[in-house]
């Protein structure tokens, strides 16, 4: 998706190659593991590669984060038993803990830690008497309550994120200013309305663009139009407060590209 909305999208439409020219562009993509992706970037075999950021930190390859990309959302957390006396990740001290990041989980909990590699259905590991904790990957957190566990520390943040090597070449750097230009805008909308011209100080007050809004005089007199790009999740307390302003055929609409 990210690809198709950068314009980047196979140059075959439907084509389920794993490696495949892009149009538009001089880009070639390869779908590979996200797994292997930091490992080919440091090797040089592509010049960047898109993976998570936990998955980056874990492997420790010789890499550049350039622009996290807006999806993949979730964060790496300690996790116990329901009825585990643990409360932080402090009490883990010299506790078992079943985990597929074994790297991570030994920089980010006690270092007295007794690590347990497991891989897949890790969450099963404390009820199967492996280990006291687990460290895993947590999206809404419904899989560790579903499995009797609760969370006693958040240790990474992590989502999608455009890597490349130490020094990046700068066509990695462009198709980054790319990509970054579609994250923007998927958290923007592109908000028009027409406004009596005694209302403009107040609605110039409650547009939460990062720049002032442009404002153009209409036909009929004593009126205004207003254009600003805003945040999409200001979008529901936003449009109340601007028709109690007085402002008038609001229109909202998405935004393709983006550059600040």
Do not use: K
Not at 108 to 113: A, E, Q, R, V
Not at 133 to 156: F, K, P, Q, W, Y
């Amino acid at each position: 998706m990210l690809l198709e909305d950068a314009g980047l999208g196979p140059e075959t439409p439907g084509d389920r190659a794993l490696a495949f020219p892009c149009r538009n562009a001089p880009v070639e993509a390869l779908l590979v593991r996200a797994d292997d992706v930091p490992e080919y970037v440091q090797d040089g075999v592509v010049d960047c590669g898109i993976t998570g950021v936990d998955i980056v930190r874990e492997s420790g390859a010789e890499v550049t984060e350039i622009v996290p990309l807006g999806f993949g959302a979730c964060t790496l957390e300690a996790a116990v038993p329901e009825e585990s006396a643990v409360q932080s990740v402090d009490d883990l001290d010299g506790a078992r803990v079943a985990t597929s990041f074994p790297r991570l989980a030994r920089q980010l909990l006690p270092p007295t830690i007794e690590l347990v590699d497991v891989h897949g259905s890790v969450e099963l590991a404390p009820r199967l008497g492996l280990a006291d904790a687990i460290v895993d990957l947590v999206s809404s957190g419904s899989t560790l309550r579903t499995n009797g566990l609760r969370s006693v520390g958040r240790l990474l943040d992590s989502e999608a994120v455009l890597i490349g090597p130490p020094q990046p070449r700068e066509d990695a750097l462009q198709l980054a200013s790319v990509f970054r230009s579609v994250v923007d805008a998927r958290g923007a909308r592109y908000l028009m309305l027409n406004a009596p011209e005694s209302a403009l100080a107040r609605i110039c007050e409650l547009v939460p663009g990062s720049r002032a809004p442009s404002v153009l005089p209409l036909a009929e007199p004593g009126m205004v139009a207003v254009h600003s790009v805003v945040p999409a999740a200001e979008i529901w307390r936003l449009l109340p407060a601007l028709e109690a302003a007085g402002a008038s055929s609001i229109l909202l609409v998405p935004v393709e590209r983006m550059l600040a």
